[in-house]
């Protein structure tokens, strides 16, 4: 089930306060693959409360709604605010910057090799699995 949740009328730091004490029952989890709407999400609360020239409590508040409502861990909120700010001027500042290898490493034996090594090793009444066992 998707939720949209309309947080334009939170404008003050007392009110995102009220929202984390009302909805600290409520937890929001992240889909996988939709971390372009959720960095959106960060980057808009940041933007829209202007993080960095807030004081150090006001911060604080912004972290943990950040962090509730996103789904991500407390260091992982810090590092993404860490990079929204070092990348402020981008036209995206905030993107996934990992991904799955292109060309993954290549596999040095295969279901064949497997077999005749699992093969050899019955035969030879599992020496491999006794050397362990010292």
């Known amino acids: 089930m998707v939720i949209n949740m309309n947080e334009s009328k939170l404008c003050t730091i007392e009110q995102i306060e009220h929202f ?3 909805n600290a029952d409520v937890i929001f989890t992240a889909q996988a693959g939709c971390d372009i709407e ?4 960060i980057g808009r609360v940041i933007k ?7 004081n150090k409590y006001e911060r604080g508040v912004l972290l943990r709604y ?12 810090t590092r993404l605010v860490k990079q929204w700010h070092t990348n402020r001027l981008a036209n995206v500042p905030l993107v996934k910057r990992y991904q799955a290898p292109a060309a993954p490493c290549a596999r040095k034996y295969t279901a064949v ?11 030879h ?10």
């Open 20 to 22: 984390l004490v009302a």
């Open 38 to 41: 959720r960095y959106a999400h």
């Open 48 to 54: 829209r409360f202007d993080y960095h020239h807030r």
């Open 66 to 77: 950040l962090q509730h409502t996103s789904g991500d861990s407390r260091a992982q909120t």
């Open 113 to 123: 090799d497997i077999e005749l090594l699992v093969e050899m090793d019955r035969a």
């Open 125 to 134: 009444e599992d020496i491999c699995c006794q050397r362990g066992r010292v």
